[in-house]
């Protein structure tokens, strides 16, 4: 069914193109109703209008609060053209149809995001009339066409050229996008409030999403996939990143990407490196340089990281760069990348090159989300870390060195991002052998020392959780550890520190677990 519009109301708080959209409505013969700032833009702009106090009949008041939320506006929106008694309504009371409804909404969203913003401001930016307008022209798709997004303005005029009004085709995919916009906004509005009021877990939980891009497919190529980022979410990573070079990201690209950049935020204080695969880094390293800190890491497990993604959290420079092309990867990821570096990377016509920005900047508070069928987990995120690791209690004889206290360090910050069961053999600037989601703890002691590609006489050992057995330490001691951190708290705990005094092994008890399923 064809519509024909006769008149639009149009209020905007985006509104870049507005101007432009309502002048090709008028020279159609549209009348145009508008409101406050859009209002003025308008007629400053050769367009005339009627303002929405005239065409109510009633002043807008209350600081704007009220305008639009008047029976001339709903009735001229709401009514069912085709329905008789609806019809002898609007003619009783003068009221006339509104057939293009072009509304977004106050910028809530970028209003919260200000710099030193009060809270009443806040509170003000939350909009009322545009969202009811919305859902009512929504709602009454059949007749009126709604437009929340001005790259929709052409798609409008051009039907109205070919076909003399709107579809309803058309009509119902703009309702459909109409209520997604007004669903962000007010799953926006309940966020900030759920932070503000500080409740973590409330009894309705809407996640708000924008889309990003989509991707060629998901985790295999008959998945459909697409990637959509988190308004008001700021904290450097892959939803911020900004792809300078190469091919189009895939699902697990993303994935990648995000445990890459987790893993280098928990390095910050050094140049470090961190090697990627099916999320899960196969080699982490700090240096004196980006470079040292990238040999380091490769050294860990070479073959895996052939069609990685690598994690960097300084800026690329010309000589990791020229080392890093020697390899194939699938993705690099840093701060930035320096002019040279870029000239030689780029040279890799598929190798993606993502610029996340400074990475030593506050963590956000949002909470990690797990999708399962018919539902959603909700926790915090796994940001903690020690300060230091030497004030930690120590069950064994033997206490830890110096030197194996900065080795812990580093193997336990690695440990919190690798698939549990997970164990890492380390330096005190370097992953030795990782093992990595094995059903049995001994199993990932056991490929850990396997993937090391260097004796590790004198490195330690990192557990994400206990020792269910000693059998993990006795496999450790077999490859020369000489120092075990893990959370402790297994009912055999007594057999576990027994079997690290008889091999003479320092052991620290962290207290905390860091399951990553």
């Known amino acids: 069914m064809i519509v024909k519009p006769e008149r639009a109301l149009i209020s905007v708080s985006k509104k ?30 050769g367009i005339r209008i009627t303002e929405i106090g005239e065409f109510t009949g009633f002043p807008e008041m209350l600081d704007g609060r009220v305008k639009t939320l008047h029976p001339r506006v709903h009735g001229g929106i709401l ?6 008694e609806h019809q002898k309504t609007m003619k009783e009371h003068g009221l006339k149809n509104i057939d293009i409804v ?22 003000e930016n939350i909009d009322i009339g545009g969202p009811s307008m919305v859902r009512s022209a929504a709602k009454n798709h059949k007749f009126v066409t709604i437009i929340v997004d001005g790259a929709d303005y052409k798609r409008v005029i051009t039907e109205m050229d070919a076909q003399g009004g709107t579809t309803l085709e058309t ?23 759920n932070n503000l009021l500080g409740v973590k877990f409330p009894d309705e939980y809407t ?31 892959v939803s911020t990143g900004v792809q300078l070079h190469g091919k189009e990201l895939s699902f697990n ?46 050294e860990c497990d070479p073959v895996s990281a052939f069609g990685g993604i690598v994690g960097a959290n300084r800026e690329v420079d010309k000589a990791t760069a020229e080392k890093l092309a020697e390899l194939f990867l699938e993705v690099i990821v840093a701060p930035s990348f320096s002019k040279e570096a870029k000239e030689i990377l780029e040279q890799k016509k598929n190798l993606r090159l993502i610029e996340i920005g400074d990475l030593s900047g506050a963590r956000d508070n949002e909470l990690d989300v797990k999708k399962v069928t018919g539902g959603v987990l909700l926790q915090d995120r796994d940001l903690h870390s020690f300060d230091d690791i030497a004030a930690l209690p120590s069950p064994s004889k033997r206490k830890p060195t110096e030197g194996e206290l900065k080795a812990m360090a580093f ?15 380390a330096n005190e600037y370097q992953s030795i052998g990782v093992g990595a989601g094995q059903m049995s703890r001994v199993d ?6 396997f993937k090391a590609k260097k004796p590790l006489q004198g490195c330690v050992m990192a557990s994400d959780a206990f020792f269910p057995f000693r059998d993990s330490v006795d496999q450790a001691a077999e490859q020369g550890i000489t120092a075990i951190i893990s959370p402790g708290g297994s009912i055999r705990d007594e057999e576990v520190i027994q079997a690290a005094d008889e091999h003479g092994i320092a052991m620290i008890f962290t207290g905390i677990r860091h399951f990553k399923h």
């Open 16 to 45: 870049e193109g507005v101007a432009e959209f309502a002048k090709e409505l008028a020279a159609r013969g549209v009348e145009i109703i508008s409101t406050g700032g859009t209002a003025k833009l308008l007629k400053e702009s």
């Open 79 to 84: 009514n069912v053209r085709d329905d008789a």
């Open 102 to 123: 072009a509304v977004n909404l106050y910028p809530f969203e970028e209003t919260v995001c200000k710099a030193g913003v009060s809270l009443d401001e806040i509170i």
């Open 171 to 193: 009509r119902r995919d703009l309702a459909r996008k109409a209520y997604g916009h007004t669903a962000l906004y007010d799953s926006i509005i309940a966020g900030f409030f």
């Open 207 to 237: 996640l708000p999403a924008r889309k990003k891009q989509g991707m060629r497919y998901g985790e295999n190529p008959h998945q459909d996939s697409a990637f959509y980022v988190q308004p008001l979410i700021k904290e450097p990573g």
């Open 253 to 298: 690209n993303i994935v990648d990407i995000n445990a890459a950049a987790e893993i280098i935020k928990d390095f910050c204080g050094e140049p470090a490196i961190t090697i990627i695969k099916h999320t899960n880094p196969c080699g982490t390293a700090t240096g004196s340089t980006l470079l040292e800190a990238y040999e380091r890491a490769l």
């Open 411 to 425: 193997a336990w910050k690695v440990a919190k991002h690798v698939k549990s069961n997970a164990i890492i053999y």
């Open 444 to 449: 990932s002691a056991r490929i850990a020392a």
